[in-house]
C-alpha cells in the first residue's frame, strides 16, 4: 500500500521545477504559454498544451507540496494550503471564502465532488449571456475529463453523515443521489481536504501538472503573476512577484515574456492581474458579478455517534430544491454535507465559553448539512465585485440582500425537516442566536424568528466564480466563449472566473471541460502561428 | 456585575502596570467624556449610544489625532520577540479572554514573557504563535483590523465602553469577559457582532488547531493504520 508520490519519483528528476522565493531567477523568461495559476484551468491547459509541443511556464504563488507533506492535521492544512490560511473572507468578513493556494490549487483540497455543468446553467448562459457553449457541444470534452481524471460515480457505502442526507431526503420523499468522485484507488479516509495522503484524488497535482512537466512545461513557485505589462493591443510581458510562504513579497521580480499568456489564477486572482495591469475594460466587466454559491448550514445531534470525520466527505446530494422555482425564480440550493474535523466544526459550533464548548464535545455524533445557493440567475443576485487592498492584494465585495436572506432562510427550515426525518435527536441552524431545538415544529419556529443579518448569520464558501464573464457580447463579457480577452489579442482567461453565473453544482468538472474546450481551440491557434514563424 | 461599570475615581490612576503607558493624544480627555455615556454608567452593559459614540469618536481620532496614535503604538509596543505581529499587550488581551471563548483554562499565566520561560506553559506558547502565524497570513488589510480590534480593547476608555473592563486585562475573570461576549453576539450593532465573530473564529479555530484540544472533543485523530501506511520511509530505509 506504500503511496508513490510522483514529485518524489525517478520520473521527477528531470522535471524542471524550481521556487521562486529561493532559486535565482533570470531577468526575463521567454516561452510559448504563460500560465498564471495552477488549479483546474491552469492544470488542464498545461497538460494540452505542452503536449502539443508547446513551451509552457506554468506559475504556482503558493508552494509545492505534495503527498509526502499530507500528514491530515487541520491546523497545519489550512496554514500551508489555503489562500490566506483558509481565513479569506468578503471585504466585510461575513462570508468566508475556502480557495486552494498551492500547487494544484482548490483541486488539491477539494472534496472531489464532481458534476457536468447543469443543463439549466448552460442554456440560461445562451440565452442571456449568448455563451457558445452547450451541453451536446460539451459532452465530448466531459467525457474525456471524466476519464482522464477517472471520475466516476462511487459506490462504496456512503459515511454515516452523508447517510442521514440520504436517510433525510429518503424519508422526506425529496430525491437525492450518490455524487461522481474524482478519485482512483481511494481509501476511504476522509482527509480530502488536508490534501490526499493517498495521492487517490485525481486532482491536478498529481495528474496533469506531472504530465506537462514530463512533456517539458516549466513550474515555477511561490511565483505570483502581478502585472500584465501591455502595448497597443497585445501583452508584452508579465512581471512575476516572488511570496514567501506567508503570501508576502520578496524584493526580486521577474518578467516573462510568452506568445500566449493565460491566466487561470481564480475568480478573484484573474480579475486582480487584470485590474492591476489596468487592462482595456471598456464597459467596466472585470472582477463584477462573481458569485459564491453562498452556503449556510445546519447541524443536528444524532442519538448515536456518526464519525463525521472519517470517510469520503461528500458523496450524497439532493437538487430536489435547486430549481425549486424554474431557473430565474426564487432562489435554489443544492444539499450536501460536509466534513467534521475539530478546526473546521469550531468554525460553526459558534458562542462561547461554555456553550460552545458544550457543542465541540457533541462532535461525534454531529451530522452537518449545507445548503449552497445557487447565486447569479435573478436580477436581485448580482454578486460580488472583485477589489484591490491597499496592498494591491484582491478582496471581494459581496454585498447581501433581502433575496439571499429568503433563500437562506428557506434552506434553514429544509434542513431542519431533513435531519429531523433522518432521526435526529435536536438540531441546530447555524446562526449566532439559534440554541437548538429538539422537535421539528420547534425548531420550525426558531428559523422563523430568526434575524437574516450579516455576522450574526455566518455564511461560508468555497465556489467563488465569475468575475471574467465569457460571451459574444462584449459589453457583458472580458473574454469570449473560447477564453480569449476581447481586447487584448494574445491574452486568454481559462478558470472559473469565466462563468456568467454560479454553476448550481461543485464547480470543478465545469472548470476542467470548459478548459479543455478553450486550450484545445487554443492549441489549434498557437500550432497554426507557431508554424507560421 | 453591575460595579463593572462603575466610573473609578479619575483621581486615581485606573492602571498599574505596563499595559497602560500607550500614550494618548492631547484630545482624550474630551473624546472620554463624549465616549461615556451615562446610560452606561447605570451599569446596563454596553449600551448602542456608547458603541454608537464610540464608533463616531474614533473616526474623528481617525481625521484628526488618531495618527499620532497609531505612530506612537508601533513606538511603544513591538511585536513580541519569535513572533509575526502579536505585541505583548495583544498577547495579554488573548490570555484574559480565551478561557471565556474556548471555555478551557488556562494554566496560570502572567505575562507573555513569563510564558516564553515556562516549559510547562508551552501549550498555551504554541496556540499564541499559531493565532500569530493565521493573523499575519490574513493580508495586510484583515491584519490592521484586527490589531485594530486588540488597540480598542487596550486603549482604557474603550476598553470600558466596548467590555466593561475597568482593570487591566491580567485581572479578568472569565464571568465580565462572557458578560460582554454576550453582549456582543446579541447586540443590535453590527459592529459588534462582526467583532464577536472575528474574535472568537480566530481564537477557537487555532485552539482546536492544538491535538491535545482536538482529542477532547472525541475525534480519535487520523487512523492509525493510514498513519502507518503513509510514514514517511526513512533515508536509510530508501537507500
Redesign the interface.
Known amino acids: 500500500?506504500?503511496?508513490v508520490d510522483p514529485y518524489r519519483s525517478d520520473k521527477s528528476y528531470h522535471w524542471d521545477i524550481r521556487n521562486a522565493a529561493e532559486d535565482d531567477m533570470p531577468g526575463v523568461i521567454e516561452c510559448d504559454v504563460v500560465i498564471s495559476g495552477t488549479g483546474a484551468g491552469g492544470g488542464i491547459c498545461a497538460e494540452i498544451l505542452s503536449q502539443a509541443g508547446l513551451r509552457v511556464i506554468l506559475l504556482e504563488e503558493g508552494g509545492l507540496q505534495t503527498?509526502?507533506d499530507?500528514?491530515?492535521k487541520?491546523?497545519e492544512a489550512?496554514?500551508n494550503l489555503y489562500q490566506?490560511?483558509a481565513?479569506r473572507?468578503t471585504k466585510?468578513?461575513?462570508i468566508t471564502i475556502l480557495q486552494g493556494r498551492t500547487v494544484g490549487g482548490s483541486t488539491t483540497v477539494n472534496w472531489t465532488s464532481s458534476f457536468r455543468t447543469p443543463e439549466q446553467t448552460l442554456k440560461h448562459w445562451q440565452d442571456v449571456f449568448g455563451v457558445k457553449h452547450s451541453a451536446e457541444s460539451l459532452d465530448s470534452s466531459f467525457s474525456w475529463v471524466e476519464q482522464r481524471l477517472n471520475i466516476t460515480r462511487w459506490d462504496v457505502a456512503p459515511n454515516r453523515n452523508n447517510q442521514l442526507l440520504a436517510d433525510g431526503c429518503q424519508n422526506a420523499g425529496w430525491s437525492w443521489k450518490s455524487i461522481p468522485r474524482n478519485i482512483k484507488g481511494c481509501?476511504n479516509?476522509g482527509?480530502c481536504g488536508m490534501g490526499c495522503?493517498?495521492n487517490a484524488k485525481q486532482s491536478m497535482l498529481v495528474t496533469t501538472i506531472p504530465a506537462s512537466l514530463e512533456a517539458g512545461a516549466t513550474l515555477i513557485t511561490r511565483a505570483r503573476a502581478e502585472k500584465l505589462i501591455i502595448k497597443a493591443d497585445q501583452v508584452d510581458y508579465l512581471a512575476v512577484q516572488p511570496i514567501d510562504r506567508?503570501?508576502k513579497p520578496l524584493e526580486q521580480s521577474f518578467l516573462i515574456k510568452a506568445r500566449r499568456y493565460i491566466l487561470a489564477a481564480g475568480a478573484i486572482g484573474s480579475p486582480a492581474i487584470l485590474l492591476r495591469s489596468s487592462a482595456p475594460d471598456p464597459y467596466n466587466r472585470v472582477g463584477k458579478r462573481t458569485f459564491l454559491h453562498p452556503v449556510c448550514m445546519s447541524v443536528a445531534v444524532m442519538p448515536d455517534k456518526v464519525e463525521g470525520?472519517?470517510g469520503a466527505p461528500q458523496s450524497v446530494y439532493s437538487d430536489h430544491f435547486l430549481w425549486r422555482d424554474g431557473v430565474e425564480g426564487e432562489l435554489g440550493y443544492k444539499l450536501e454535507s460536509t466534513p467534521l474535523?475539530?478546526?473546521f466544526?469550531?468554525?460553526f459550533?459558534?458562542?462561547?465559553?461554555?456553550?460552545?464548548?458544550?457543542r465541540?464535545?457533541q462532535?461525534?455524533r454531529m451530522q452537518s448539512t449545507i445548503a449552497l445557493m445557487r447565486d447569479g440567475f435573478h436580477e436581485q443576485s448580482q454578486g460580488g465585485q472583485v477589489l484591490l487592498?491597499?496592498?494591491n492584494?484582491p478582496?471581494l465585495d459581496y454585498p447581501l440582500n433581502d433575496y439571499l436572506w429568503k433563500g437562506i432562510r428557506d434552506s434553514l427550515l429544509t434542513m431542519a425537516e431533513l435531519q429531523f426525518s433522518a432521526g435526529a435527536a435536536s438540531v441546530r441552524p447555524v446562526h449566532?442566536?439559534a440554541k437548538r431545538g429538539g422537535s421539528w415544529p420547534e425548531v420550525r419556529e426558531v428559523i422563523s424568528n430568526l434575524p437574516m443579518?450579516?455576522?450574526?448569520m455566518?455564511l461560508g464558501s468555497a465556489h467563488v466564480m465569475g468575475g471574467c464573464a465569457m460571451g459574444e457580447n462584449e459589453k457583458l463579457s472580458v473574454v469570449n466563449s473560447e477564453g480569449q480577452h476581447h481586447q487584448l489579442e494574445n491574452l486568454s482567461v481559462i478558470d472559473g472566473s469565466v462563468f456568467p453565473t454560479s454553476i448550481g453544482a461543485n464547480p470543478q468538472e465545469s472548470v476542467y471541460g470548459l478548459a479543455a474546450v478553450m486550450a484545445d481551440s487554443l492549441c489549434n491557434h498557437e500550432r497554426l502561428t507557431l508554424y507560421m514563424y | 456585575m453591575s460595579d463593572i461599570h462603575q466610573r473609578p475615581d479619575r483621581s486615581t490612576p485606573a492602571t498599574s502596570s505596563g499595559m497602560e503607558t500607550r500614550p494618548v493624544a492631547d484630545h482624550e480627555d474630551a473624546l472620554f467624556d463624549d465616549l461615556y455615556s451615562p446610560d452606561s454608567r447605570r451599569g446596563s452593559g454596553i449600551t448602542r449610544r456608547g458603541v454608537l459614540k464610540t464608533a463616531i469618536a474614533f473616526t474623528l481620532a481617525g481625521m484628526t489625532g488618531g495618527i499620532a496614535l497609531s505612530v506612537s503604538r508601533c513606538s511603544r509596543q513591538e511585536v513580541l520577540q519569535g513572533f509575526?505581529v502579536l505585541r505583548p499587550g495583544d498577547a495579554s488581551v488573548l490570555i484574559a479572554v480565551s478561557?471565556?471563548?474556548?471555555?478551557?483554562d488556562l494554566p496560570e499565566v502572567l505575562s507573555p514573557s513569563e510564558l516564553m520561560a515556562d516549559p510547562d506553559k508551552k501549550d498555551v506558547l504554541l496556540w499564541l504563535q499559531?493565532l500569530d502565524?493565521?493573523l499575519?497570513?490574513?493580508?495586510?488589510?484583515?491584519t490592521k483590523?484586527y490589531l485594530q480590534l486588540f488597540d480598542l480593547l487596550q486603549w482604557l476608555p474603550t476598553r470600558r465602553v466596548l467590555t466593561g473592563q475597568w482593570s487591566v486585562w491580567q485581572d479578568a475573570d472569565?464571568e465580565q469577559v462572557?458578560l460582554f461576549?454576550d453582549q456582543w453576539?446579541?447586540s443590535p450593532v453590527?459592529l459588534l457582532?462582526?467583532a464577536?465573530?472575528?474574535f472568537?473564529?480566530?481564537i477557537?479555530?487555532?485552539?482546536?488547531?492544538?491535538d491535545n484540544?482536538?482529542i477532547?472533543?472525541?475525534?480519535p485523530g487520523?487512523?492509525l493504520w493510514?498513519?502507518a501506511?503513509?510514514a514517511?520511509?526513512s533515508d536509510k530505509e530508501n537507500q
Open positions: 500500500m506504500a503511496v503527498s509526502t499530507f500528514r491530515m487541520e491546523g489550512y496554514d490566506q490560511g481565513a473572507a466585510d468578513g461575513a481509501w479516509l482527509y495522503p493517498s506567508y503570501g470525520y472519517y474535523h475539530p478546526v466544526t469550531s468554525l459550533a459558534l458562542g462561547h465559553g461554555d456553550t460552545f464548548k458544550a465541540m464535545q462532535l461525534p487592498n491597499s496592498d492584494t478582496v449566532q442566536l443579518e450579516r455576522f450574526k455566518p | 509575526l478561557p471565556a471563548i474556548t471555555g478551557d499559531l502565524q493565521k499575519f497570513q490574513l493580508g495586510t488589510d484583515m483590523e472569565k462572557s461576549l453576539q446579541a453590527e457582532n462582526k464577536h465573530r472575528a472568537t473564529a480566530l477557537q479555530s487555532t485552539w482546536y488547531s492544538l484540544v482536538a477532547s472533543t472525541g475525534y487520523p487512523p493510514a498513519l501506511a503513509i514517511p520511509v
